[in-house]
């Protein structure tokens, strides 16, 4: 039986008042990592009682000594600090490695930086930290170099008024792909906003091998890039070239220290289907 036309016109208006109203898409949603979506499968690579797993390097000191307890775990954190270097910090540049070699994988790590930096430290090195993909083995790093040859997620923090983007890349003895061509820049800024004061940001990455690598700040997309590799330029690079193919598809994770006191309080990995 049809309505009558009144009661029509009052179904459609009550329908308009509790419908949803049009919301505009944030592109980040459909930008996340499938990480993000099913964390079921995630592994911790920190165990949040020790170093279990992890070995420092130190630059000017042999892997796995750290005569200033700059590494410590408190409170389900890895904590790097530098209350016990004495006089400048004199590029004493940490990185803390992983024990186990990857290839394609998410990983997620979560940071804040604290405190103030270390007396002597770089100025660009101000609250200034990272996650290192691809690494070289650790074992084959000279006693003074300052950088594995890797592939960096560089974590930066704001000095609560300029803007100053994290997640960017660097790559220290190595290039990507960036449009289709082949860029040799040192250090690349992502599209990320700015992580001001001490607070937790998450970090993550998706590493497909030699193709693609994506950076990921709080869920957010901030950089693409592919086919990273060894830059034949580079010294240290040079050492690990053992064939005219310079693809880095696999390497050691590390967590950098430059001179900023900075927390980890998650890092975990998932394997890529």
């Known amino acids: 039986m049809p309505l009558p036309p009144f009661i029509f016109c009052i179904m459609i208006a009550c329908l308009s008042l509790t419908a949803t109203p049009d919301v505009a898409v944030d592109s980040a949603a459909t930008d996340q990592p499938a990480a993000n979506r099913n964390s079921t499968d995630w592994k911790p690579l920190f165990n949040g009682k020790d170093l279990t797993g992890w070995t420092p390097k130190i630059a000017g000191h042999a892997l796995g000594e750290d005569p200033y307890d700059t590494i410590s775990v408190e409170d389900g954190m890895i904590r790097i600090n530098y209350d016990n270097y004495e006089g400048d910090f004199n590029g004493r540049f940490l990185h803390l490695f992983h024990q186990e070699p990857q290839d394609r994988y998410r990983l997620r790590v979560e940071y804040r930086f604290q405190g103030d930096q270390a007396q002597g430290g770089p100025g660009w090195a101000w609250r200034n930290s990272g996650a290192m993909l691809h690494c070289q083995n650790p074992r084959s790093m000279t006693l003074g170099q300052s950088f594995p040859v890797s592939i960096e997620g560089q ?15 660097c790559t220290p003895g190595t290039n990507v792909v960036i449009n289709q061509k082949l860029d040799t820049r040192h250090c690349i800024n992502s599209n990320s906003t700015t992580c001001h004061g001490d607070q937790w940001v998450i970090a ?17 997309l901030v950089m693409h890039y592919n086919n990273p590799q060894y830059d034949r330029n580079d010294g240290d690079a040079a050492k690990l070239i053992t064939s005219d193919d310079l693809s880095l598809g696999k390497g050691w994770i590390s967590l950098q220290g430059e001179s900023h006191p900075i927390d980890f309080r998650r890092v975990e990995i998932k394997a890529l289907d």
Do not use: A, I, Q, W
């Not at 100053?164 to 890349?169: I, Y």
């Open 204 to 220: 993550e990455f998706e590493v497909d091998g030699d193709k693609s690598v994506k950076h990921y700040v709080n869920g957010t």
């Open 155 to 169: 974590f930066l923090g704001g000095d609560g008024t300029n803007p100053r983007p994290t997640m960017n890349l």
